[in-house]
């Protein structure tokens, strides 16, 4: 897929503990209407496939629904709209937001529980509103993935997450590596689990999304650390992205999170997965380091074909 992603807020309506974008220490947001409305004239006719919106909370923009209207009436055939779904919770909100043209909901879902989702967004009623928007979203005809991103809070209950994502009616679930950077790394040893502590309940929740046919994406991971579901990680080859995020463009994601964001060592040299694994992400592996990882020197027959 060939898709234009922007960010269009920093600021957002939850304070997540794991927040790589840092919203819960930004007050003002620099995100102008101006450079995204530039963005999208610039490319439209391009035949990008989409327009992929993200945060912060993008729904909680003031211009959200007239920023919706312009990318229609720029031509772009679809929008996808990552989002903590709490507005979504009224019904005529997420009638209007699918009207307006977003076919995709991609919902974060961190708990299976009210009590473990508030306790991370640190917005009491947010996993109920969540799983109510959800709900709406669906009945109303787009399709839903949810992402869960992996903390030490919710690790434990990963395959029920899973479970109650399909049970929502989500068409996929995506399990993402913390990705320990803006307040994940000042929260860096109150949220972040080691890869080994997660490997279970990380391989028994790919398991569930499997029997019950779902479709899976992991992203984030190392090879290495999700040994038997290596497939399933998420091939930016296929997905071409160009972002607006803030004041700059970058071309090509994959090569801005392979360049910036993640890290190899030594060990990866004689690794099958070395040509196609990003690594780790770099402040987890300045502090906790590389014991826990360790090259695959065979390639295992359920990595060679990909089933997303
Ligand atoms: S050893 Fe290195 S290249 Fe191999 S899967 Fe792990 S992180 Fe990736």
Known sequence: MKALSIHLTDVCNSKCTFCIVDSPHIKQDSIMRRRVSRFLNEN????????????GEATIRKDFLDILDEIRDLGYPTVFLQTNARKLARMDYARTVVEKGV???VVSMHGATAETQDGISLAKGSFDQAVQGIRNVVELGATVRTN??????????????????LDL????????ALHTDGTALRNFWEVTPRYDEIQPYVLEACARAVRRDARLLMEGFPYCAVPGYEKYLVDWEDNKFKVLYRTFVMEDYEDHMDDFTRVKDDR??????????GGVYKEYAERIGWDEFHPVTELPVTASTTAV
């Open 169 to 176: 009616g989500a068409d996929m679930v995506n399990i993402s």
């Open 44 to 55: 439209a006719g391009q035949d990008y496939e989409a327009v992929n919106l993200h945060g």
């Open 268 to 277: 990866c040299g004689g690794c099958v997965f070395n040509d196609v694994c």
């Open 148 to 165: 869960s991103v992996v903390c030490k809070d919710n690790f434990a209950e990963l395959p029920e997450i899973v479970d109650l994502c």
């Open 103 to 105: 076919s995709l909901f």
